[in-house]
């Protein structure tokens, strides 16, 4: 969602299978160069600011995007839903393969149904 400062909130939650617990951690992001770019810094942690790069997104519905940081050390194939198309994600990690990410260290995570 917008912040009142012009930025983006964001949200990152993850659970643990280990322990049973969500965890989430609130940031904020802001634009860092043309809107239609997909250009981001994110904080998570102060004044402490990592990029965030949107190489591939789904125009249409934005069912998913495919992001990295400002170099090839970090790729993200990120959904909306539990499971991401089979094809879909064959052909953005072709991509990333195509763009110099060592896609071998991808790890798919398991998704688990959203308990509150």
Request: charge should be positive; include cysteine; hydrophobic fraction near 40%.
């Amino acid at each position: 969602s917008l912040r009142d400062d012009g930025g983006i909130r964001v949200i990152n939650r993850g659970f643990n299978e280990t322990n049973g617990e969500w965890k989430q951690a609130i940031g904020r992001a802001y634009v860092t160069g043309a809107a239609d770019v997909g250009a981001l810094k994110v904080s998570f942690f102060g004044p402490f600011y990592g990029g965030y790069n949107i190489i591939a997104l789904d125009r249409d519905g934005y069912r998913w995007a495919m992001v990295c940081g400002p170099s090839r050390d970090y790729l993200w194939i990120l959904a909306r839903s539990p499971r991401l198309d089979r094809e879909v994600y064959r052909q953005l990690v072709a991509r990333a393969r195509q763009l110099g990410f060592a896609v071998e260290g991808l790890i798919e995570v398991r998704q688990v149904p959203e308990a509150h």
